[in-house]
């Protein structure tokens, strides 16, 4: 059976570290491509020598052509600009609309067969401007955002509860901004929804709202922290567990930036859900029951993607 192949586009500091992870779990043979020349080149010869080392049979390779991801099965886009201290992840919008708009016309007419993850921010809008341009099929281009942020999340209940992250299971909906939604009714701990775990006295109602924020602030946190850059480790781990599921058919349920066409009310919308993911993309978006309050600030996370997706169209509109 041939290998499959990885195509990353983007090869900065999320790509790079795409290209490791995907090389160690033996994925695909992968192309890195950057506008930078030289940096995907380079980044794929120091990780190919590593190979010997690691114990990974894959082909790296990378170039500034888009040509180089023809026939892809899977392309993780993070082209584009990442966040400075005091920036939010919308004042990325102007350069990397236009970012999104050119890589996904390369996909289209590149890898049209390709599963489509898109990490670049602001990440709900960028993928809807990319899936548009690309032209597959909406089931085929995803976001990732609800991964990162769950993982977060768990994070920082597992460092709570001093237990095993893999014991923790978290759900955070919504966009990928200050308005995302963790989901406190349907996160637990080996089963245990956290609202039983504050009557068991495992934590108070404050703390686990500062968990909470602190998620909602978890980039930040990052950005502050680097001081010239964004969150990478996390972020690449997160979109190679989607790949994963994609090209395993693993089916795994994943909170991912889904295409809505009336799911949760919604029309023509990228915003994070539940989804299953197998070889058919997202085989199914699970529509959860939300009690009033969670309904709410899932309608203001809505909202504020869609404010953004406004701000895209007025300035194509400006544009043509
Ligand atoms: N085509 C291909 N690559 C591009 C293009 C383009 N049109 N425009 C920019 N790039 C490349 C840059 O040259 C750079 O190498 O995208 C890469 C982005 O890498 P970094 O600047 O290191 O950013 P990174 O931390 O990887 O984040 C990428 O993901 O999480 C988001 O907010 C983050 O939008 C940012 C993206």
Not at 13 to 36: P, R, S, W
Not at 61 to 76: H, K, R
Request: with cysteine; glycine share 10%.
């Amino acid at each position: 059976m041939a290998r499959k192949k990885i195509a990353l586009v983007g090869a900065g500091q999320i790509g790079g570290t795409l290209a490791l992870l995907a090389a160690q779990k033996e994925l695909g043979d992968v192309v890195l491509v950057d506008i930078v020349p030289g940096t995907p080149a380079g980044k794929a010869l120091d990780l190919a020598e590593a190979a010997p080392v690691e114990g990974y049979n894959v082909s790296l390779t990378g170039g500034d052509d888009y040509s180089a991801i023809a026939g892809a099965d899977v392309v993780i886009v993070t082209a584009g600009i990442p966040r400075k201290p005091g920036m939010s992840r919308d004042d990325l919008i102007g350069i990397n609309s236009g970012v999104c708009k050119t890589v996904g016309e390369a996909i289209g007419k590149h890898a049209p067969n390709a599963f489509v993850i898109v990490i670049t921010n602001p990440l709900d809008v960028m993928v809807w401007v990319l899936q548009q341009a690309s032209g597959l099929p909406p089931e085929r281009v995803v976001g990732m955002a609800g991964v990162l942020d769950s993982a977060r999340f768990r994070y920082f209940l597992a460092e709570e509860f001093n237990v095993s992250v893999e014991d923790v299971t978290a759900f955070v909906l919504g966009g990928h901004g200050d308005t995302m939604v963790p989901l406190v009714r349907y996160s637990t701990v080996a089963g245990i929804p956290l609202p039983d775990l504050v009557k068991m006295g495992w934590t108070t109602q404050e703390k686990l709202d500062a968990i909470v924020q602190r998620t909602r602030d978890g980039g930040a946190e990052i950005v502050k922290l680097l001081g010239n850059g964004s969150a990478f480790y996390a972020p690449a781990a997160s979109a190679i567990q989607m790949a994963e599921s994609y090209l395993k058919d693993q089916k795994r349920v994943l909170p991912v930036a889904a295409h809505l066409s009336g799911q949760y009310g919604q029309d023509d919308l990228y915003v994070g859900v539940p989804t299953i993911i197998g070889a058919g993309g997202v085989e199914k978006i699970i529509e959860i029951e939300l009690n009033d309050e969670e309904k709410a600030m899932f309608q203001n996370s809505v909202d504020a993607v869609k404010t953004l997706v406004d701000v895209v169209k007025k300035l194509n509109a400006e544009k043509a």
